[in-house]
């Protein structure tokens, strides 16, 4: 039997257009049970208490639960390789950050997971300032003289940093890289663990997390002379950034952003990213994210996956400079 030609058009277009619709009624559906969000750090640190705002924002939307999961280790890097590993349904998410994303493939010949391929990035959450700061002690009162002083004496300087591959690790090595002088590094466990170091003038430097030096800077206990970010922070509005010091296109901060598996429906990607985007803009939000030093972002998908791979090559030649490895 000969189907006529507009029977058969009408039926290639429905199934042309079969797809789409699909995509559709599984957004309009989802969610349809709970949904975790994976951070890789401990409760009460910046992804966490990020994590947990969106979640409770968006149970309230959707009416299921959104619960943060805690899966501490190795730098964010074993949240992140479960997340990648997960079902393409929306269902698990990473709050991920630029540690595991962008810093660990270029310090790792193992790493588990490609940050590129399989992941669907959502939208960026959030950017926190490091501020370069010195003990009191330390003779050099601005940058300037900081860095003379670092070429004057090679390899007699210090710098404490929260951990290998962090943002304070590499805010660091990218200005020895830029200035090509040598500054030794000290790890520690975070930047709690290392400011008794860093005010008892055991260190002579760091590139610190805001919210734990801002305070320490304002009452004249540390001596700040930058942050890492693009722009001025409002917790510390009067220090400059290293871009306004001379140092085009510095940026050394940790960001966080939110991320599904690849593969995940587009349909699915947007509901969650549209809805992120609204309780992001959210007053409460705002200023809880805002009080502990935190900057929002909430770009687009497009545009976050275009700064994983900026980013990548650019730390990629910062890394390798240094020989920065995990393993």
Not at 59 to 75: D, F, L, Q, R, Y
Not at 134 to 148: C, F, G, S
Request: overall charge positive.
């Amino acid at each position: 039997m000969t189907v006529p030609r507009r029977k058969f058009l009408q039926l290639a277009a429905g199934a042309a257009a079969l797809p789409f619709t699909l995509h559709v009624a599984r957004a309009q559906a989802y969610p349809a049970q709970p949904v975790r969000i994976l951070v890789g750090f401990a409760p009460g640190v910046a992804p966490d208490i990020t994590g947990r705002l969106l979640a409770d924002k968006l149970s309230a939307a959707w009416g299921k639960p959104v619960v943060v999961e805690n899966v501490t280790g190795a730098g964010g890097n074993i949240a992140t390789e479960r997340v990648a590993r997960a079902a393409p349904d929306g269902y698990t998410l990473l709050m991920g950050g630029n540690s595991s994303l962008i810093f660990s493939p270029s310090m790792s010949d193992k790493l588990p997971y490609d940050p590129i391929k399989d992941f669907a990035p959502i939208t960026r959450v959030f950017v926190a300032a490091n501020v370069l700061v010195v003990h009191n002690d330390v003779p050099a009162k601005t940058l300037p003289e900081l860095i003379a002083l670092a070429r004057a004496q090679p390899g007699k300087l210090t710098y404490a940093h929260a951990g290998t591959g962090t943002s304070q690790h590499l805010g660091v090595e990218l200005l020895k890289f830029l200035e090509k002088i040598d500054i030794q590094p000290v790890a520690y466990r975070g930047t709690t663990a290392l400011l008794p170091d860093l005010l008892a003038g055991r260190v002579t430097m760091s590139f610190a997390n805001i919210a734990n030096v801002a305070p320490l800077v304002k009452e004249g206990t540390l001596r700040g002379f930058a942050v890492s970010s693009r722009k001025r922070s409002v917790v510390a509005p009067d220090l400059p950034t290293m871009i306004e010091l001379g140092y085009p296109g510095f940026e050394a901060v940790p960001w966080f952003g939110l991320m599904a598996p690849a593969g995940t429906s587009s349909a699915v990607i947007d509901k969650i990213y549209q809805e992120t985007l609204r309780a992001m803009s959210m007053p409460d939000v705002r200023k809880s994210l805002l009080d502990i030093g935190l900057d929002l972002i909430g770009g687009t998908p497009a545009e976050f996956s275009a700064t994983i791979e900026r980013e990548i090559p650019e730390w990629a030649k910062v890394i390798k400079s240094a020989n920065i490895k995990l393993d």
